[in-house]
């Protein structure tokens, strides 16, 4: 992962602050459509994102709220039958209800990129949605804001849209619904997701979905196979959606009591998927409104549960209004963009970094007696690494072990290739320990785009 941008807002940043940055590596969907700017923003110290939609000359916009537990901003007006323009950008983020302010900060960055062109008195529309990218996946509470909004929002160019573990999918994940109990074990079986998105060009009509994936359910194949369930297996062929069904036991309670890893509950929702339609077609607000009904309805295929009472589920449905196709109708579109829907929500699963292999030599005693210590996570968590009988071990020792170490469990750190070690466990997570002026000065569990990272204390 090499960073193209690194964007700092104002004159200095606090060094405690984390950085906003925009990545343009990686998997992206290209498409013409230039009436919309796409940008994304990243905290890596959460890690955690926003993935902005610009539309400087604005959309006619509709909404559909289908999910139990929605976070939004400004959707409400959405619901009036407006004829008219007043969208000049939709924003996703992570961060639960503390991310909704990365749209606010999008609506002051489109202020000031006005007030710059001598509009200084022009007043931004701009919708906003979040899923929770916190509780029992990561250690930080990191949420996306003001500033990384502003960041997402001058990042923004046409004819790209970067799939998988970015901007606000950059830890979404799916497929909890089927994971019950607590232990780390478990939740092996808990895959990431990310954003996905299609785009699709009908005689003059253009039409594009893009959705962020956080749901509760789990995502599904056109041939009724469960795309992913291994956080970190790609390997693994997984059953059909039908044989899960057959297998899967009653549900008993709430499902926000396991969705959170153990992590604590708070915010508008555990599970959510947000998804924009998009096209150039004249359509009046009814037709809209019903494109956006109909494509959320059919998202049921691709995720499976889908829109249950934990889930926050949002999709916005907008308009440049500057094409007619009589051949082409709204119902027919609607259709189109429905099955666009599904390739959307298939290609936001993410790349997983390539499976670490075990080393056939074991490091000495001396050799693994300088990665001892207590590694600080985030909120007073504390992981123990020590030497026994040869082998590096690792256990919590203070906190919350998230959906990655249970209390009172010893873990075996299997050395392997390019200086990494094997949590020896069935989700087979990674550790990497950093070291500056020969040193050790902390670890990275999970290199890449979910890397959580800890100090070390002697």
């Known amino acids: 992962m090499s960073t193209m941008l690194v964007a700092r807002i104002g ?65 409400t007006v959405l619901m009036d039958s407006y004829e008219s323009k007043l969208l000049q950008a939709v924003v996703f983020s992570g961060g639960s209800w503390y991310g909704l302010s990365a749209a606010t900060g999008v609506a002051n960055g489109i202020k000031e990129l006005k007030a710059e062109g001598g509009n200084v008195d022009f007043i931004s529309g701009v919708v906003g949605a979040i899923i929770y990218d916190v509780g029992g ?41 089927y994971v019950r109990g607590q232990s780390a074990d478990k939740f092996a079986d808990w895959p990431h997701s990310g954003q996905g998105g299609a785009f699709r060009t009908i005689g003059p009509t253009k039409i594009g979905v893009f959705t962020v994936v956080n749901a509760l359910g789990t995502i599904v194949d056109r041939s009724g196979r469960v795309v992913r369930c291994k956080r970190n297996r790609p390997e693994t062929e997984c059953s059909t959606i039908s044989d899960k069904l057959k297998r899967f036991p009653p549900v008993g309670g709430s499902i926000a009591s396991t969705s959170g890893g153990g992590g604590g509950g708070g915010g508008a929702t555990g599970n959510t998927t947000l998804t924009l339609v998009v ?43 500057q094409v007619e196709n009589k051949s082409l109708s709204f119902m027919d579109l609607s259709v189109i963009a429905s099955e666009l829907a599904w390739d959307a929500v298939l290609s936001s699963v993410p790349q997983l970094p390539a499976e670490s292999t075990p080393v056939g030599t074991q490091p000495t005693n001396d050799q693994l007696a300088r990665y001892f210590g207590t590694y600080e996570l985030y909120g007073g968590n504390e992981l123990a690494v020590s030497v026994e009988r040869g082998f590096l071990n690792a256990s919590l020792k203070k906190g919350n072990g998230r959906i990655y170490f249970d209390k009172d469990r010893k873990y075996r750190l299997v050395p392997a290739a390019n200086g990494l070690f094997i949590v020896e466990s069935p989700a087979r997570d990674v550790i990497r320990f950093e070291e500056s002026g020969g040193r050790v000065t902390g670890l990275i569990l999970n290199p890449g785009p979910w890397a959580i990272t800890a100090k070390v204390r002697r």
């Open 11 to 75: 004159t200095a940043q606090d060094p405690a602050q984390p950085v906003a940055r925009v990545y343009k590596e990686g998997p992206s969907l290209r498409f013409d459509f230039p009436e919309m700017r796409v940008g994304v923003a990243e905290y890596d110290e959460g890690p955690t994102g926003t993935t902005v939609f610009y539309f400087p000359d604005g959309v006619k916009g509709a909404v559909d709220v289908r999910g139990g537990s929605p976070g939004t901003v400004n959707a």
């Open 137 to 177: 996946r990561r250690y930080s509470r990191i949420t996306p804001d003001d500033r990384l909004g502003k960041t997402a929002l001058r990042s923004a160019a046409a004819g790209s849209f970067p799939l998988g573990a970015r901007g606000a999918g950059r830890f979404a994940m799916q497929g909890v619904y």
């Open 279 to 321: 096209t150039n077609q004249k359509m009046p607000f009814w037709a809209l409104q019903r494109l956006a009904r109909q494509v959320h309805g059919s998202m049921n295929r691709a995720i499976q549960p889908f829109a249950t009472e934990d889930d926050g589920d949002v999709l916005y449905a907008v308009t440049t209004d």
